[in-house]
């Protein structure tokens, strides 16, 4: 089992920054690709960036040139820099990890994430 941690969510003004972060912790060889999912409310979870082992991203569309995702190896820990922040950012943010194959995945509590007009 892989234990994931998450803080940094929290109420900001459109434009502003949040950072995110994710520390996992228990059955963590063969760490793959970890990353953020969003779910906002009466719309399905879609993942908004993720990073692998390898230092290789992927953005959503909708948050390319805002967020940046990184990831240190070392500390297992993975976070999301989240700039020019919108209304249409705000949800209930997940971290994500996947052993390498894409299974087993693991999931974090979940932290919100509020932008406001």
């Known amino acids: 089992q892989v234990q994931l941690v998450e803080s940094g969510g929290g109420l900001v003004q459109a434009g502003g920054s949040l950072r995110l972060s994710c520390a996992a912790s228990?059955?963590?060889?063969?760490?793959?690709?970890m990353g953020w999912y969003r779910q906002a409310p009466g719309k399905q979870r879609e993942l908004v960036a993720h990073?692998?082992?390898?230092?290789?991203?992927y953005y959503a569309d909708s948050v390319k040139g805002r967020f940046t995702i990184s990831r240190d190896n070392a500390k297992n820990t993975v976070s999301l820099q989240m700039n020019s922040l919108k209304p249409e950012d705000t949800a209930v943010y997940y971290c994500?990890?996947?052993?390498?194959?894409?299974?087993?995945?693991?999931w974090g509590q979940g932290t919100q994430v509020t932008v406001s007009q």
């Open positions: 994500n990890v996947q052993k390498y194959g894409g299974f087993p995945e693991y």
């Open positions: 228990g059955s963590i060889f063969s760490m793959d690709a």
């Open positions: 990073i692998t082992r390898g230092i290789t991203t």
